[in-house]
């Protein structure tokens, strides 16, 4: 049996830290058993996905040094590797689920669907569906299906009984059939959910082995039933330990800056990106912290892996990172840097905003200094525009954070408008966002323009700068910021 293994990334955003840790691990099984290591991307979610998202993930991917042998962007036997140019192929098969009657026609509305749940919880049962519309008449289906009724297709789980998961890294895992939902498998605009997409994908693509978080174990019963229904022989699964903030929850960009080009572009070097992610999961023969790729995947042995939660310690990613840079020859950390940020293409972005600025040579790296710092130095008071205060400075930034999230193309344009509409959204002048910001991200009262300059940082870079100033202004608690994003929403679209 020749080894495949995939990781399959959604567009939907900056590209994770996550799928670099499981893109890693499946790497290095695959390549230490002579197999293929494949990408796929998940892209059937319509209104949250974007091409320019899936560029960033796979230029992110390759930028880490970890290759694949068939993706989206070289091809390969069994594409295409984008869902959603599958779509037909999904269909066939939730089509074959019902014809074998392990699926079935839901025509309830949202309003029922809320309600339904409402009773479950009231009753202290599960809130999942309650498979009412499976007990439809084949005649009542008909009808309701030629008078064009919205509807969905939906997974027939077993009422009883249990499903005993092996996996080789956890042992045998039971979940009861009576907790698990009716999982839909195709939505009303005829594209499928994950669940469907995945298995179809890993079954038609010849996966073997799937590696991936454990916060997809609890979606492996309905996986499983549904290889059991199309009669497939299922992949081996192994659930990795999800990366943990310091406080062992999952990591999140609140509390840990998670976008692989963040890494990038603070001066992170690959080889101590991937060296550091390994041994968030990883124990290497002899118990060594600094290793390369190559000698990773030479003595892979998944039993090796690790279960307990692995805690993204930044100041351990700065110690390996100075490690793999020690190992460099002059010549060879001349070159990192000037691929960094010390060549013509990156300073001809600055020369611009310090041109009519500078007296002397000697005041270019006074005045943009903050453009190579990993961090900046920002006092609270600085950010609080006269007449305003910490909490409502704290709040509005946040709101910006937000805003930035949603500029995928981050040019001066882009950035201009995402401060008019927060400003709209608190009332305050675009002169007081402005010196909250500008501190925030550049640590200076005085900067080259704003727009410009945050266009040069990058939307990562200067959104995690932000998030620092935020916890440094006022910490926000989880009630406080579900309430303030209530508002940000419910007035931005306002």
């Given at each position: 049996m020749t080894v495949r293994v995939r990781i399959a990334p959604s567009p939907t955003g900056s590209p994770h830290v996550g799928t670099a840790y499981i893109a890693l691990f499946n790497y290095c099984f695959a390549k230490s058993q002579g197999g293929s290591f494949i990408v796929r991307i998940e892209d059937t979610d319509q209104e949250r996905s974007d091409p320019k998202y899936e560029q960033m993930i796979m230029d992110a991917l390759r930028w880490t040094g970890l290759s694949w042998d068939e993706g989206p962007d070289i091809g390969g036997p069994h594409g295409p590797y984008r869902q959603s140019e599958r779509t037909s192929i999904y269909r066939q098969h939730a089509e074959t689920l019902l014809a074998k009657g392990h699926a079935y026609h839901c025509?309830?509305?949202?309003?029922?669907?809320?309600?339904?749940?409402?009773?479950?919880?009231?009753?202290?049962?599960?809130?999942?569906?309650?498979?009412?519309?499976?007990?439809?008449?084949?005649?009542?289906?008909?009808?309701?299906?030629?008078?064009?009724?919205?509807?969905?297709?939906?997974?027939?789980?077993?009422?009883?009984?249990?499903?005993?998961?092996?996996?080789?890294?956890?042992?045998?895992?039971?979940?009861?059939?009576?907790?698990?939902?009716?999982?839909?498998?195709?939505?009303?605009?005829?594209?499928?959910?994950?669940?469907?997409?995945?298995?179809?994908?890993?079954?038609?693509?010849?996966?073997?082995?799937?590696?991936?978080?454990?916060?997809w174990l609890p979606s492996l019963p309905k996986h499983l039933l549904l290889y059991q229904y199309f009669e497939w022989d299922a992949p081996v699964v192994y659930h990795l330990p999800l990366l943990r903030n310091e406080d062992k929850s999952k990591l999140s960009k609140r509390k840990n800056p998670t976008s692989i080009l963040y890494y990038r572009d603070l001066g992170i070097i690959p080889e101590a990106l991937l060296n550091f992610l390994g041994l968030m999961a990883y124990s290497m023969p002899g118990e060594r912290e600094v290793f390369q790729l190559e000698e990773m995947v030479a003595g892979f042995d998944i039993k090796?892996?690790?279960?307990?939660?692995?805690?993204?310690?930044?100041?351990?990613?700065?110690?390996?990172?100075?490690?793999?840079?020690?190992?460099?020859?002059?010549?060879?950390?001349?070159?990192?840097?000037?691929?960094?940020?010390?060549?013509?293409?990156?300073?001809?972005?600055?020369?611009?905003?310090?041109?009519?600025?500078?007296?002397?040579?000697?005041?270019?790296?006074?005045?943009?200094?903050?453009?190579?710092?990993?961090?900046?130095?920002?006092?609270a008071e600085d950010m609080v525009p006269k007449n305003r205060d910490q909490d409502g400075t704290r709040d509005m930034l946040q709101m910006f954070v937000?805003?930035?999230?949603?500029?995928?193309?981050?040019?001066?344009?882009?950035?201009?408008?995402?401060?008019?509409?927060?400003?709209?959204?608190?009332?305050?002048?675009?002169?007081?966002?402005?010196?909250?910001?500008?501190?925030?991200?550049?640590?200076?009262?005085?900067?080259?323009?704003?727009?410009?300059?945050?266009?040069?940082?990058?939307?990562d870079v200067c959104r995690n700068r932000l998030m620092h100033?935020?916890?440094?202004?006022?910490?926000?608690?989880?009630?406080?910021?579900?309430?303030?994003?209530?508002?940000?929403e419910k007035n931005r679209i306002s």
């Open positions: 025509f309830c509305t949202p309003d029922t669907l809320q309600a339904i749940r409402a009773v479950r919880f009231s009753q202290g049962l599960s809130t999942g569906y309650d498979g009412r519309c499976a007990r439809l008449t084949a005649e009542e289906v008909l009808r309701r299906l030629r008078e064009g009724e919205d509807h969905i297709i939906r997974m027939l789980v077993p009422e009883q009984g249990a499903c005993v998961i092996h996996d080789p890294l956890r042992g045998e895992v039971t979940f009861d059939y009576s907790v698990i939902d009716h999982q839909v498998l195709l939505k009303s605009d005829g594209f499928p959910t994950y669940h469907l997409a995945n298995v179809v994908d890993d079954h038609l693509m010849g996966i073997t082995h799937v590696i991936r978080g454990e916060e090796r892996m690790s279960l307990s939660g692995p805690v993204f310690d930044l100041q351990k990613l700065s110690w390996v990172n100075q490690q793999h840079l020690a190992q460099l020859t002059a010549d060879e950390l001349m070159k990192r840097l000037i691929d960094w940020k010390l060549n013509p293409e990156y300073m001809a972005q600055l020369m611009p905003m310090v041109a009519k600025r500078m007296h002397r040579l000697g005041d270019f790296m006074e005045l943009c200094d903050f453009v190579f710092y990993s961090d900046v130095k920002v006092e937000w805003e930035l999230e949603k500029v995928i193309d981050f040019h001066e344009e882009a950035i201009e408008q995402a401060f008019k509409t927060v400003a709209q959204i608190e009332n305050w002048s675009l002169r007081e966002i402005t010196q909250a910001v500008r501190i925030a991200v550049t640590g200076k009262v005085v900067a080259p323009p704003l727009f410009g300059v945050m266009a040069v940082i990058g939307s100033a935020i916890q440094l202004l006022a910490p926000l608690g989880k009630k406080k910021l579900a309430k303030l994003q209530e508002h940000y």
